[in-house]
């Protein structure tokens, strides 16, 4: 069974930092994209960050609002991705999803992924 397990989240105060990480078990995803999604209450699913797989350059594609403050990265002998965020702001707050892309490139449309985790809840305060 192909699963992805997202790990990290938590209660944070505004500034403070928090990693995240996801897991791949039952294929390797090296040669996949990866990305960063998020939900909070009330709104639809959006895109946060997205890498390349293996073969397809080196790509990284940030949201505007998190550039700069979240760097999306991935160790492929372990199958994990993970995401640093820092200077956390209380918008921030969402249950976060990490996903594996059908493509090699990086891309940032939700229709393109294809195996998602089941979530994390990041809570930032002011």
């Known amino acids: 069974q192909v699963r992805l397990v997202e790990s990290g989240g938590g209660l944070v105060q505004a500034g403070g930092s928090l990693r995240l990480s996801c897991e791949g078990s039952?294929?390797?995803?090296?040669?996949?994209?990866m990305g960063w999604f998020r939900q909070a209450p009330g709104k639809e699913r959006s895109f946060v960050a997205a890498t390349s797989g293996s073969g397809s350059g080196s790509s990284t594609y940030y949201l505007d609002s998190v550039k700069g403050r979240f760097t999306i990265s991935r160790d492929n002998a372990k199958n994990t991705l993970y995401l640093q965020m820092n200077s956390l702001k209380p918008e921030d707050t969402a249950v976060y999803y990490c996903?594996?892309?059908?493509?090699?490139?990086?891309?940032?449309?939700?229709?393109?992924?294809?195996?998602w985790g089941q979530g994390t809840q990041v809570t930032v305060s002011s």
């Open positions: 039952g294929r390797t995803f090296s040669s996949n994209a």
């Open positions: 996903a594996a892309s059908r493509w090699g490139s990086a891309i940032s449309a939700t229709k393109d992924y294809i195996y």
